[in-house]
Nanobody, 126 residues
Framework: QVQLVESGGGLVQTGGSLRLSCAASGRLFGRYALGWFRQAPGKERDFVAA????????YYSDSVKGRFTISRDSAANTVYLQMNSLKPEDTAVYYCAARSEFVYTDYFEANKYDYWGQGTQVTVSS
């Protein structure tokens, strides 16, 4: 069983930066997939970024590519999402998620993830 707790959200102006953290309790194996998703009011939960817990390649949605960076500290059992050049359209609740296997064909699908955090609000003012 894996439990995830996000932190680091807040209010920031356009062009600002935030770093979200996701602390995991329980054992994460190298093959696990870690992802960040976001959900704006009245919208679907959208993919933001993902990676394999063991490291290696990272994957991003087109809307955040070049601005956001996913990373992990395996010693701390923590996943991060560094968000730079924030825009008002980035405003959403951000969720950390994990699943027991990284699958290259569906890592971006929210319904494939087994474990979710409670979410953290990010608000970007214009």
């Amino acid at each position: 069983q894996v439990q995830l707790v996000e932190s680091g959200g807040g209010l920031v102006q356009t062009g600002g930066s935030l770093r979200l953290s996701c602390a995991a309790s329980g054992r994460l194996f190298g093959r696990y997939a870690l992802g960040w998703f976001r959900q704006a009011p009245g919208k679907e939960r959208d993919f933001v970024a993902a990676m394999r817990y063991s490291g290696g390649s990272t994957y991003y949605s087109d809307s955040v590519k070049g601005r956001f960076t996913i990373s992990r500290d395996s010693a701390a059992n923590t996943v991060y999402l560094q968000m730079n050049s924030l825009k008002p359209e980035d405003t959403a609740v951000y969720y950390c998620a994990a699943r027991s296997e990284f699958v290259y064909t569906d890592y971006f699908e929210a319904n494939k993830y087994d474990y979710w955090g409670q979410g953290t609000q990010v608000t970007v003012s214009s």
